[in-house]
Every structure is written in structure tokens, then in C-alpha cells.
């Protein structure tokens, strides 16, 4: 009987590889640069990478269950393909799934990241114990994902989930997917800094552009938290109107799916209760009786490390399918 | 083994009870004013309306594998309880499952009207060979229902489903359920009605006026339709901002769920391509790529009879699990 899974989390910035146990508890782990790597090359990397973590535990290949990837990108899950990659420039068409397991002899699952992130939630951290929730990543982009009944659902074309892409209004701001008024052209990490350095110019007596340096640039969210930790007005205001353009995308989330638990990570909500409280406030004024009643808006709780125990959580869900 | 179902559809109108064989055929049906009976009396008239059925077709009650009932509020499905109907007053919290065995000694089954009429269209209708689906009905309110691998999924306190209350915009018109910028807010026949008396009173040189002699209250969607026929400017863009908007608020659930077929129904559904029209352009013009690709958007096929037909369908998906 197979004791342990690789779980594999390849980022825009640094990919992770670890060695798990069945309980999702990481035994050994390593990481590397991304961009140190291109295509196939990539690909080597990692399989060695975890070859090392093997042979450091001393573990044989027989006690390893399977391989779970996740990427920032969009993936055909049943394939293991990956139609592209967003912040890694070169793949297109990569068959994943098939390429890992001619190198590793080990059963591959691939999946996009947003998806691996929701089931390490569900099954070890905020979301456990609930059968319907919605997670919502915070970062460059909005990313979303489903949980139905207790399972991932990915949607006819494998692409549900996309919560940045729900309108706030018929007739806002430009967004990168082509339409106009998405969540994510008011929170994604780009247009929400524009829109706090146009707020600056206007000249505000805020403390951002001290805690910057004079240089708008250098504005970050982590910069906006501790403006807005130290009382600054604008700063306030602005994690504000960016919760309750989140809190009015999940209304309509909400009132859709009436989830147990919407479950809310990546690295802008860190900043913690200054998107939280008016997330919360925009729901209870604004979402329906039952659906409000029923659900609850957390924080996501495996921070770093959410991508490599979701990536092993894929090979247990789905390993008995691929057996069969 | 049994051979027949019963399929009652309450309607804030009329109330429609049909015996149908197993593959959704309408064998007899009958119907009757729902306003002429109130609370256990309107239970009753469904009972003895079921009975009069099965002796005219000569049916044995062995015969009959269950009794499946659409009603147009808010229900338990579990607990067979309806919390409140929208448009029957007197009711709350009725628990019509067990009132019904107990009465007519059949497995009964209750679900609301809009999950009811997806069943029946996935199965016999517009949805047919689809796994996942949502559906819209457009009336009085603004309904819907979602299919998610083939299961009605109705949520995680029974509610799911409401796109009618899916915001279109953060700072919108007043909204029945308490919010502002719901899709029913605009679209929801009574506030649709209104825009058009609103902007006949400007004066537009329209045939609507002229079709309702004068009486702006006599403005229905049917005249409306007539009048976009005859080539109206005014009726034509009312039926296109109506169209625009139904197509925004899809844009999201097309963004969010991926579903394979979008189907729309209800009386206001009939006006046929001055919606659909508008609808298409603006999913194919606002959603994202893989998505817009996967979805087709389609009018409903069972009409009349799709609540009789989704209740017996209902008895047929749950049978199994209420006898084990």
C-alpha cells in the first residue's frame, strides 16, 4: 500500500515540490525559481527535484501513490492537457500529464491551481466539513473555484469558476478578458494600485506616498495594509470599495449557489479585516434571506503551502477512477 | 411494477394534475382555478382531482410509483415543507409531503415550480443530453434553476438558483428582495412594464399607446411583442435593453459555471427573437472565450405541460433513494 503522494505547485515565481503523506502532511519539500526553466526543461526539473526528495526519505518509488500538479493556467483535467500558461511564456498545448508520466512512471494528475488551492481548503483547511463552497483567490488576477456536493466542479469546457469575470456593472471599466465591467478590473492587483495612485494625485494628506517614497510605483497592497493599519483615510477607503466591490460580486454568487462557505485566499487578503468587514457588510445588507443566513466568508487557511497539499489531495480523489 | 405517475403543477392561476407514463407521456389531465380553494382545501381538490383520474383511466393505485408536485415557493425538498408560497396567501411552513401520503397513500414529492420545469425540460425537453444547464423563466419574477452533471442542484439551504437577483449594477433600482440592481429589478415584468409607460409619456410617435387605446395599464408583454412586430422603434428597443440585460447577467453565470446550454422559459419567453436576439450578441460579445464557445442558448420546449411533466420526473429521480 502506497504511504505517500508528490504534490507539485508550480508558480509564476517559484515552484514547489513536496513529499506528503496520505494525511496531507508535508514530510519533505523543495522549491526553485520558475523562470530558471523553460518547457521541457521545466519538466526535468521537477521530476528531479522530486527524485531527490525520494531518495533523501528514503522512500521506493512502490510507496508512492501518484503525482499532483497544479499550474497557473488553463487545463483539460481529464486530458492533462494545458492549453497555456498565463505568467509562463513558450507552452501551449503541453500534454502534462502524459510527459510526467513517461519520465516518472508515476499516475499524473493536472489541474489549474485555483482548483488544487480549493480542494487542500476543503479537505484540510477552511472548507472542511462543508459539501458547498466557492473559493476566491486575491492576487494579480481574480481566480475562482466550485465546490458542489462535496466535488470539484469544473464546468463543460473546464473553465468554471471564473468569479473575477462576473460584471459589477454593464457599464464600467475596461477588462483584460475583453469585457467591460468584471470584479476584476476593480480588484485585480494592477487596476486596484492605478486607481489608488490616481486617488493620490488628486493630493489626499494620506501617508502612502511617504510610506512609498514619493514613488507611486512602489506602492504595493502590503505598503496599503500598513497605511491603512496606521489610520491612514485613503487607504481605508480604498481596501473598503474594494470589499464591497468583492462583497456585490458574491451577492450574486451567492444568491446563485446558496454555498455553505465562501472561502477567500491569495495574497491580497492578507490584508485581513480590511476586506473582510465590508465583504461581510455588503453580503448580510445585500444577499438574500436564506442564501445570507446559510453562508459563511473565511479566510483561507493553508497559505503557502495550499498548492502542494491540494496537488497531493488531487491524486487521492481521483487515483480509484484512473485505476478502473 | 408500476407504470404511472402522478404530476401536479400549482400555479398561482391554475392548478394542473396529469397521470403520465414512465416515459413523460400525458395520459389524462385536469385543471381548475387555484384562488377557489385555500390552504388544506386546495390539498384536497389536488387529491380528489388525482382520484378522479385514476378511476376515468381505470388505473389501479399499484399502478402508480408516486405523486410529484411543483408548487411556486420556496421549499424544502428533503422535508417535502414549503415555507411560503409567492402568490397563494394563507400558507407557511405547510408540510405538503406529508399531508399528501398521508391523503393519498402515494411517495410524494415537492419541489418549487422553476427546478421542477428544468427537470422536465432536461429530460424530455430543451436540455435533453446536456449534463450541465441553468435555467431561466422569465414572468412575474425572474426564476431560475441549475443542473450540474446531470443533478438538479438546489443548494445549501434550498435556494439556489436565483438569477433573477444576480446584480447588474452596484448602484441600480430598487429591488423587491430588498437589494438594488437585480436583473429583476429591470427585467421582471411589472418593472419592465412600467419603463415602457415610463418612456411612452415622453412621447415616441409609438404604436403601443394606440394598441392599448390609451390605457397604459393594458400594456402587456403580448402587445408589446405585436407591436415589435409590426415594426415598432420604441417596443423593438424595449425588447432589445430587455434582451441586453438578461445577456449581462448570464455573462456571469456563463463566466462562473461553464454550462453547456442556457434555457429560457416563461410566459415573456415567447416573445421569441426580440430577446434571444439581444441575448445571443451580448453573450457572444461580453463572455469569455472557452465559455461563450461551450454554451448554446435556447427557448424551453415543453410549455404548458412542462410542470406536470417535471413532476412526474421528480417522482421518478427520487423514488429510489425514498424507498431505500
Known sequence: MARYIIGVDVGGTHTKVAILNLRGR????????????????????????????????????????????????????????????????????????????????????????????????????????????????????????????????????????????????????LCNCGNSGCLEAYVGREYFLNDVRKSLKKGSGSIIGKLAKGRPRDITPELLTRAAAAGDTLAKKKWKEMGEHIGNALVGVINLLNPEVIIIGGGIAETGRFIFDPVRRTIRKRAMKVQKRTVKIVKAKLGNDAGVIGAAELVKKNIKAYRS
Open 26 to 173: 508535508i514530510i519533505a519539500k523543495d522549491s526553485f525559481l520558475t523562470k530558471r526553466y523553460k518547457k521541457d526543461a521545466l519538466i526535468k526539473a521537477i521530476s528531479s527535484a522530486s527524485d531527490g526528495l525520494i531518495k533523501q526519505n528514503k522512500i521506493g518509488k512502490k510507496d508512492i501513490l501518484g503525482l499532483g500538479i497544479g499550474v497557473p493556467g488553463l487545463v483539460d483535467f481529464k486530458k492533462g492537457l494545458v492549453f497555456y500558461f498565463v505568467n509562463i511564456p513558450g507552452w501551449k498545448n503541453a500534454a502534462l500529464k502524459k510527459k510526467f508520466e513517461s519520465i516518472t512512471g508515476l499516475a499524473t494528475f493536472v489541474d489549474n491551481d485555483v482548483n488544487v488551492m480549493a480542494l487542500g481548503e476543503m479537505t484540510f483547511g477552511a472548507g472542511k466539513g462543508y459539501a458547498n463552497a466557492v473559493c476566491l483567490t486575491l492576487g494579480t488576477g481574480v481566480g475562482g473555484a466550485v465546490i458542489i456536493e462535496g466535488s470539484l466542479y469544473r464546468g463543460s469546457g473546464w473553465v468554471a469558476g471564473e468569479i473575477g469575470h462576473i460584471q459589477l456593472n454593464e457599464k464600467g471599466p
